[in-house]
């Protein structure tokens, strides 16, 4: 079994990444990949700890669902929040629940949330949103197939925010810490993407607050628009459809019928987008809350690729960043976005895969594949998207670290790790021994 301090470095990078939790607790990421392993070792071969000792599963269920839906909208899942949606749902329990890091690491595994994984339409969701899966997937590939839409008018549309820390930024250190996607103020900027199930990929468009001067030079695959205090989720919508999807069905003649896969958050559901979108010849095709993760084709792999590929680029440069004013950060990022897309545009063949991967397309001869071949297809789709944008690195995928990227290291280290080492943070102002076990 881990101690509290370990068991709490390895909750954080299971709801964010094992990079990030490497920085926070100062640990080196191979060792929190160690306890890991060990943690679900430990698990596999108790299989009876699992059973009905905290919340029902039914309830954990509909925690999971929430962590779905949290990371749909870029909102945070962490520690904090993780405990507080646990603390509200067992409440409602008859006789509460007890909690703990011990609980908590084993529920992001059992309900595979961990954010290393790189097999999302491989897993089960939860029954109650599994089910709306199934219903979107037959509409989608029913309304394809009665209305002839051509592979070329089939789209998938997301954002991607983007919160620049203007504070970190002018610290003295952690810089890269500084532009994050996940966040609950205003963003910085955001992204529009989309994505064509015949390969094509259309321009971003970037919507940026303030009046920043316009760049110099915008790259040909990025739309801009400033606005002094950002757009409403109407307004962003309304101008993707006007000034993106518009002109595509345009360059085919305006003629033909078309349709967009987009989730059902952000307002994309209000009754002006739909009339915009509909007007300009797109039927909406609404993924139901928390399930993007099997069937939204930019989340198969283009959003945690480009996410990651801006990160990459961040880092580069972080340092030399602090003196930046907002308009120099706009236009590295355009440049950025501008050389991602160019790459992504020279991959049609691993964005039409997405499309088949997120059952948006029926397979060959109407196969859906196993799960499981799925998740290998998803893998190697994203180690071919990370290897065109030069971002791979060493595989996490999955919760099941593989063991060969872990060479031993030295003894001293292994004995230390964190035994005799004080950990000066605290949950919720709990003291260290009120930690392993909490009455709700």
Not at 180 to 206: F, I, R, Y
Not at 362 to 370: H, N, Q
Not at 390 to 410: C, L, T, V
């Amino acid at each position: 079994q881990l101690s509290v301090k370990k068991l709490r470095v390895v909750l954080f990078a299971l709801c964010s990444s094992t990079e990030q939790a490497a920085q926070h607790f100062r640990n080196p990421p191979r060792r929190i990949r160690r306890w890991l392993r060990r943690f679900q070792a430990f698990h596999d071969d108790h299989p009876e700890l699992s059973e009905g000792k905290y919340l029902s599963l039914e309830a954990e269920e509909k925690l999971a669902e929430w962590v779905l839906t949290q990371r749909e909208q870029q909102l945070p899942v962490n520690e904090e929040t993780l405990f507080q949606k646990a603390t509200k749902i067992g409440r409602s329990l008859e006789g509460g629940f007890k909690i703990s890091y011990e609980w908590a690491v084993r529920f992001m595994l059992r309900h595979h949330l961990s954010t290393h994984t790189r097999r999302g339409v491989a897993n089960p969701l939860p029954k109650e949103i599994q089910g709306n899966a199934g219903a979107f997937i037959e509409f989608v590939q029913r309304q394809i197939h009665t209305q002839d839409l051509p592979l070329a008018m089939i789209g998938a549309v997301d954002e991607i925010s983007l919160f620049l820390d203007a504070e970190i930024l002018g610290s003295d250190e952690r810089k890269e810490n500084a532009l994050q996607t996940v966040g609950n103020g205003e963003p910085w900027c955001e992204l529009v993407l989309s994505v064509l199930a015949d390969g094509g990929v259309l321009p971003a468009l970037v919507i940026s607050r303030g009046h920043p001067p316009r760049p110099a030079a915008l790259p040909k695959s990025v739309l801009l628009e400033s606005k002094e205090n950002g757009c409403g989720d109407d307004e962003i919508m309304e101008l993707w459809a006007a000034r993106v999807w518009r002109k595509h069905a345009e360059c085919r003649g305006g003629a033909s019928k078309g349709m967009l896969v987009l989730d059902c958050h952000r307002t994309h559901l209000s009754e002006e987008v739909l009339a915009v979108l509909s007007a300009a010849g797109a039927l909406p095709a609404v993924i139901p809350a928390g399930c993007s993760s099997r069937i939204q084709p930019l989340d198969v792999c283009v959003k945690r690729s480009l996410k990651n590929f801006l990160h990459k680029k961040w880092k580069e440069r972080a340092k030399d960043l602090a003196d930046s004013d907002s308009s120099a950060l706009l236009q590295l990022l355009l440049g950025w976005l501008g050389e991602a897309l160019e790459i992504l545009g020279n991959c049609p063949e691993l964005i039409r895969k997405s499309f088949l991967l997120a059952s948006v397309l029926p397979g060959p001869a109407g196969d859906s594949g196993s799960p499981r071949r799925n998740g290998d297809e998803q893998e190697e789709l994203i180690a071919a998207m990370e290897e065109r944008l030069k971002i791979a690195k060493s595989r996490e995928s999955s919760p099941e670290f593989p063991e060969n990227d872990d060479p031993e290291a030295d003894p001293e280290i292994l004995h230390r790790l964190f035994e005799g080492e004080s950990e000066a943070e605290s949950f919720y102002g709990f003291e260290e021994a009120d930690l392993e076990l909490m009455e709700i």
